[in-house]
């Protein structure tokens, strides 16, 4: 057990509808990154909060949107949903920081999202 | 910026024989290198990482990878593969004082045969 829990474990629903997948960070871990995993894409970097700010952006489209809340649990909004966005959406947590200490990212076992 | 690249996304290896995974990476700044492992149906669990030190570094399942600054590589082995090493392993890079933003390469699938 990483000591990261997302929720939900899967979500089915129609395109074109707008869902929230949640992220509970490892007790004292500031930073949460948010990683797609697609068959034909693999392991894409989507966006990094750090205390509640963002920090870093990958390959996150404008349908999707992410936020840190003050008790660090983070949501990954994904609207206008598409077949397309079917994928494996996971959740890591690490201590994080700008002296980079402590750098190993936990990842959580994943919310399996399908688009019919 | 950063960045991973792993050769090979298959590599089959009989039960009994060496595993090696290849990873190489790009950073400006001399890196923390990550080697994870993902069980199907599971998130990434880490095997071992390199942050100083010791360039030899000894993770779980009886993996280990070497940390070559002149290669820039960072490949994983494991003397003798079992049937229960089958899984997916990914290469990751951070740079340290970067709020660790982690890059990771696009994963060796490891199949071992009977």
């Known amino acids: 057990d990483s000591g990261v829990t997302q929720t939900p474990k899967h979500l089915i629903t129609a395109t074109g509808q707008r869902v929230t997948l949640r992220c509970s960070p490892r007790s004292g871990d500031l930073s949460v990154y948010w990683y797609q995993q697609s068959l034909d894409q693999g392991l894409q970097f989507l966006i990094q909060y750090y205390n509640g700010e963002e920090r870093a952006k990958g390959n996150i489209l404008e349908r999707f949107s992410a936020q840190q809340f003050p008790d660090l649990h983070s949501e990954l909004n994904l609207s206008s949903l598409e077949l397309g966005d079917s994928a494996l959406y996971f959740c890591?947590?690490?201590?994080?920081?700008?002296?980079?200490?402590?750098?190993?990212?936990?990842f959580g076992q994943g919310t399996r999202l399908t688009v019919v | 910026a950063q960045s991973v690249t792993q050769l090979g996304s298959h590599v089959s290896v009989s039960e009994g024989a060496l595993v090696l995974l290849r990873c190489n990476y790009s950073?400006?700044?001399?890196?923390?290198l990550f080697w994870y492992v993902q069980y199907p149906n599971q998130g990434l669990q880490l095997l071992l990482k390199y942050t100083t030190g010791a360039t030899l570094v000894k993770g779980i399942n009886g993996f280990e990878a070497e940390f070559k600054k002149s290669e820039t590589s960072f490949h994983l082995t494991k003397p003798s593969a079992h049937m229960s090493d089958a899984a997916e392993y990914f290469c990751a890079v951070c740079r340290p004082g970067n709020f660790n933003k982690f890059y990771f390469g696009s994963g060796t699938k490891l199949n071992v045969k009977p």
């Open positions: 950073s400006s700044v001399p890196p923390y």
């Open positions: 890591a947590s690490s201590v994080g920081g700008a002296q980079g200490n402590n750098p190993e990212a936990f």
